[in-house]
């Protein structure tokens, strides 16, 4: 392993923080928060020695020499350090204690939207635009948006790409892997504005148009006010949000490929299809369910259903009424949307929809091979044949996602929570979800978790964000040794 290409990349990677970090300091000047902009300079001057240092100790040998271990080196410590400097403004601040802004920050950048913030109305309007921008900025990728933004890397970039992509396959719909980041971001940046400009129109302030624009094209949740969508009251506006919640949950890679081809791309991808049917039949059972449970009329209960099972289901995480007081058969509707998330290559969390759809065609395809044991069965996506290779992949994944739902779940029961929220935070945690029910539901927030449930909370959004086996590998000590061959 190249420890010194690692340097000088994560170097770079901590000087691109400080930039970031100089926007809300810059707002934080104008509006006159003195304690917000003076911790918001000390961030961006802590970035900058980090980088620094790093970019002394670093040297780019070659750009080639990314190598599949640098690649995931680079990602899963990236992420990490990005983390910690995320932190510095709600903890110099004196805003949140070590452990909570260490929380809002990867939940802020893993686009999972949990806050750990007892209340927002007392905080600085900048500190909340951070808050905004860590979900925008973890949404498409901080390894994405990088290769887009500095043109350091050659062929070892899709070993970055391939580390932090969400899915079982990473499609290039570009010749080269920096253009196909470029394009990426580009469609992400062009979607942003378009929902901030829906938002301005219906009725939105800027700054919160703006703010709610990066959080739900991120599917990240999060909102500048307590109480989310309910403190705009607007169905309108929630139709907006449902319509951005629902594209952002699509393969942005599949949207690029719609750009240069034809739109005739999207209506065919058969992920985004069963995405959508999935999002129509939970949309129209738990809509019944309100109506035949709850005395709901026609109209609310289409309006609650449709915006929370958007919500849920793309793992954004906004709030438009309080579903934790809706009959358990809605709610283990929205706890099964969360668990499966939206389609792979998109901002959303959760186990994917691809993965999903694959493992009920291999299931198929296995449930024929019993009964004709000569069958040669294939499973197909998009009309192509996937390699057994493809689907060993998605059912190891499946297994090791289950497996590592039901330790974290272990570990908050371990902690004192209840069983049924235990779950609830450890699914909502791992698929980037956000709320949950129960001790951490649409009223509540993560503030009240103990500090052990708060620390196990932290590593499921890290684990659920990295898809689990980049974060594997690096706690892997021979993955450190110099003398093996990856």
């Known amino acids: 392993m190249n420890l010194f290409i690692i340097a000088d990349i994560l170097g770079n990677l901590a000087y691109s923080v400080a930039a970031v970090l100089s926007l809300p300091l810059v707002y934080a000047a104008l509006q006159g928060e003195a304690d917000a902009a003076m911790a918001f300079f000390f961030a961006v001057m802590v970035s900058l020695v980090v980088g620094g240092a790093l970019k002394q100790r670093g040297e ?3 750009e080639d020499e990314i190598a599949v271990r640098e690649g995931v080196a680079i990602t899963g410590v990236g992420w990490f350090m990005v983390s910690l400097l995320s932190l510095l403004p709600y903890l110099l601040g004196g805003f ?4 909570d802004s260490l929380a809002e920050s990867i ?3 893993s686009g999972t939207g949990a806050t750990f913030i007892p209340d927002l109305d007392v905080l600085p309007r900048s500190l909340l635009l951070w808050r905004s921008l860590t979900n925008w900025i973890g949404g498409i990728g901080i390894i994405v948006i990088f290769m887009a933004l500095l043109p350091q890397f050659g062929r070892g970039a899709m070993f970055l790409l391939r580390a932090e992509a969400t899915g079982p396959m990473v499609e290039r719909q570009r010749p080269r892997i920096r253009d196909n980041a470029i394009a990426l971001f580009s469609v992400y940046i062009g979607y942003t504005l378009l929902a901030m ?3 301005l129109v219906l009725g939105m302030s800027a700054y919160d148009a703006l703010n709610h624009a990066f959080t739900t094209i991120a599917t990240g949740g999060f909102s500048t006010y307590n109480d989310s969508f309910l403190h ?6 929630e139709a907006w949000a449902v319509l951005w919640m629902l594209i952002s949950s699509g393969s942005f890679g599949m949207y690029v490929l719609a750009l240069h081809t034809s739109w005739r791309v999207v209506l065919r991808n058969t992920e985004f299809r069963a995405f959508l ?9 738990i809509a019944l369910d309100l109506m035949t449970e709850m005395g709901f009329g026609l109209g609310t209960a289409f309006r609650h259903a449709v915006f929370q099972t958007a919500s849920l289901g793309s793992t954004t995480g906004f709030v438009s009424y309080d579903f934790d007081t809706w009959p358990s058969f809605s709610k283990a509707v929205l706890l099964l949307l969360m668990f499966v998330g939206g389609c792979a290559g998109s901002t959303s969390g959760g186990f994917k929809i691809l993965r999903f759809v694959v493992m009920l065609r291999l299931i198929k395809a296995l449930v024929w091979q019993k009964l004709h044991p000569k069958l040669v069965a294939y499973v197909t996506m998009n009309g192509v044949h996937l390699p057994n290779q493809i689907l060993f992949n998605i ?6 996602y289950v497996m590592m739902n039901v330790l974290f779940a272990f570990f908050l029961i371990f902690d004192g929570i209840r069983m049924i929220d235990a779950v609830s935070v450890s699914i909502s945690t791992m698929g980037s979800v956000g709320p949950g029910f129960g001790i951490a539901g649409a009223t ?3 503030a009240i978790l103990p500090p052990f449930s708060k620390a196990v909370a932290c590593v499921s959004m890290f684990f659920g964000r990295l898809e689990i086996f980049t974060v594997l590998a690096i706690l892997t000590p021979e993955f450190w040794h110099k003398g093996k061959s990856w």
């Open 60 to 62: 780019m040998v070659t």
């Open 444 to 446: 509540s927030t993560y």
């Open 277 to 285: 049917l999935l999002f129509v039949v939970a949309t129209l059972l």
């Open 96 to 99: 949140l204690s070590p452990l």
């Open 197 to 199: 400009g829906g938002y």
């Open 395 to 400: 059912a190891r994944h499946f297994f090791v």
């Open 232 to 237: 705009f009251n607007s169905p309108a506006i």
């Open 107 to 109: 939940s802020g950048l």
